[in-house]
Every structure is written in structure tokens, then in C-alpha cells.
């Protein structure tokens, strides 16, 4: 079985229209903005996950953490 990718430097709106459960774990971590009509058409186009983790105050360990969890593979590469 395939691991599950998510990659840090894309937008979160990229990473929910990959993988919809990305919208249900970050929910579940304090981005309960994710869940509303339109948030994620919008703000989420520019938001990638660690921006929004600092501007909500969320450890990204805490993050990384919980997508590990869940069977992810985390990348972060920055180009």
C-alpha cells in the first residue's frame, strides 16, 4: 500500500484537493476555519500549512505529529 504524501510547501487548498482528510486533520488541530463555506477557495489558495500554524499559533511538531499519525509522509522541500 502507498504511502501518503503531504507536501508543507504547497497551499492548502492544493493539499484538500489532493487529499480530502487533510481538511478533517487540520480541523481537528485548531484550523477550524478550513470547515467554512469558501475559506478554502479563498484564503487556502494562499495559505500553505506552516503560515497558517504560525498565524494560529499551532506548533507545527504538533502538525507534523499528527499527519505521521495518520500515515503521511511529510515533505517539505523548498524550491
Excluded: W
Aim: aromatic content about 6%; some cysteine.
Amino acid at each position: 500500500m502507498p504511502e501518503k504524501k503531504i507536501d508543507l510547501t504547497k497551499s492548502v487548498y492544493e493539499l484538500c484537493q489532493q487529499d480530502p482528510a487533510v481538511a478533517e486533520i487540520l480541523a481537528e488541530l485548531g484550523f477550524a476555519e478550513i470547515t467554512k463555506p469558501g475559506m478554502l477557495q479563498t484564503v487556502g489558495r494562499l495559505m500553505t500549512i506552516p503560515k497558517g500554524a504560525a498565524m494560529r499559533h499551532i506548533d507545527l511538531t504538533r502538525v507534523r505529529q499528527a499527519f505521521a499519525a495518520r500515515g503521511y509522509e511529510i515533505s517539505e522541500e523548498d524550491n
